[in-house]
Nanobody
Framework: QVDVVESGGGLVQAGESLRLSCVASGTIRNLDSMGWYRQAPENQRELVATMSIGGITDYATSVAGRFTISRDNAKNTAYLKMNSLKPEDTGVYYC?????????????WGQGTQVTVSS
């Protein structure tokens, strides 16, 4: 079992920055991917950014150039630095980790952290 906990959300004004953290704990063998997703009210959850264990990243077009994902494999922790925030970045940000063991991969999600950007 892997537990995932996000932190770092809050209320900011447009143009400001935030850094989110995601910590995975429990019985972990291999964290293949760690990523961030967000969900705005009445919208579907969407990908924000992911990073593989090898450092390959993928960003949503809407955040590329403003957000940066990073991870500390030794600490099973991922970060999302968000710069130049816009009101449309508002939503609940969720961390998802993909853990594999004996050839089987499984997704684990956190409870989310709220990010609100005022105009």
């Amino acid at each position: 079992q892997v537990d995932v906990v996000e932190s770092g959300g809050g209320l900011v004004q447009a143009g400001e920055s935030l850094r989110l953290s995601c910590v995975a704990s429990g019985t972990i063998r291999n964290l293949d991917s760690m990523g961030w997703y967000r969900q705005a009210p009445e919208n579907q959850r969407e990908l924000v950014a992911t990073m593989s264990i090898g450092g390959i990243t993928d960003y949503a077009t809407s955040v590329a150039g403003r957000f940066t994902i990073s991870r500390d494999n030794a600490k099973n922790t991922a970060y999302l630095k968000m710069n130049s925030l816009k009101p449309e970045d508002t939503g609940v940000y969720y961390c998802k980790v993909i853990e594999s063991r004996w050839g089987v991969s499984r997704d684990y999600w956190g409870q989310g952290t709220q990010v609100t950007v005022s105009s």
